[in-house]
């Protein structure tokens, strides 16, 4: 079965400072991958997908940025947080390819800028 | 552009009460249509499916039918319970390579025994 990890699980970190978020998948191969926010009492925003390795489509200009080095691999990076990047980051996954598949989430990273 | 409009909430109801959740739908051709869950500090689990109009998606007691004339996809439960109080969302995804779910806002249930 397939199974979707990210961490950390919660962080907490000052203005300016970099991040690092990390999702990995397993029991897949090719899958795409996406990067999700959700801020508070507010719906999910896409902020990334990636179809294969390196390929990166991003759907919202901000200081944020995703790399994908292995096929099942997806980091969300930032070099310098600002306070309106707090919120709830979800990474989920869906078969490859041109289907109309679901997708399954991780348990997410609640991360707070302060 | 594809778009999902959900009621705003939140919906309170007591225990064994009816649920609808109405969802809307803008899409070119056929999508597929989802009902996603998500408790309290915790990622979205999906909770049904449909991919083509007329299908009904089932599961824990919820229903959801893809009606294509109307565009909806409303989700029901003819007796909730105190552990169904959770976000729910409704979304689509179109059938281009990579695309993305489109969510709705999410609508907040709250049951109370």
């Known amino acids: 079965s397939q199974t979707i990890h990210q961490w950390p699980a919660t962080l907490v970190q000052p203005v300016g400072s970099p991040l690092s978020l990390e999702c990995t998948v397993e029991?897949?191969?090719?899958?795409?991958l996406y990067w999700y926010r959700q801020a508070a009492g507010r719906g999910l925003q896409l902020l990334f997908y990636?179809?294969?390795?390196?390929?990166i489509s991003s759907e919202v200009p901000q200081n944020l940025s995703a790399s994908r080095p292995q096929d099942r691999q997806f980091i969300l990076s930032s070099k310098k947080l600002l306070l309106s990047d707090s919120g709830f980051y979800l990474c989920a996954w869906s078969r490859g390819g041109t289907g109309k598949y679901e997708q399954y989430f991780g348990p997410g990273t609640r991360l707070t800028v302060t | 552009g594809n778009s999902v409009t959900q009621m705003e909430g939140p919906v309170t109801l007591s225990e064994e009460a009816f649920l609808t959740i109405n969802c809307t739908y803008t899409a070119t051709g056929y999508p597929s249509l989802f009902w996603y869950v998500q408790y309290p500090g915790e990622g979205l689990q999906l909770l049904l499916k449909?991919?083509?109009?007329?299908d009904k998606g089932s599961n824990k007691g919820f229903e959801a039918t893809y009606r294509k004339e109307t565009t909806s996809f409303h989700l029901e439960k003819g007796s909730v319970q105190v552990s169904d109080s959770a976000v729910y969302f409704c979304?689509?995804?179109?059938?281009?390579?990579?695309?993305?779910?489109?969510f709705g806002k999410g609508t907040t249930l709250s049951v109370s025994s």
């Open positions: 979304a689509l995804r179109g059938a281009q390579a990579g695309t993305a779910l489109i």
């Open positions: 990636s179809v294969g390795i390196g390929q």
């Open positions: 029991g897949t191969s090719n899958p795409n």
């Open positions: 449909a991919t083509k109009a007329d």
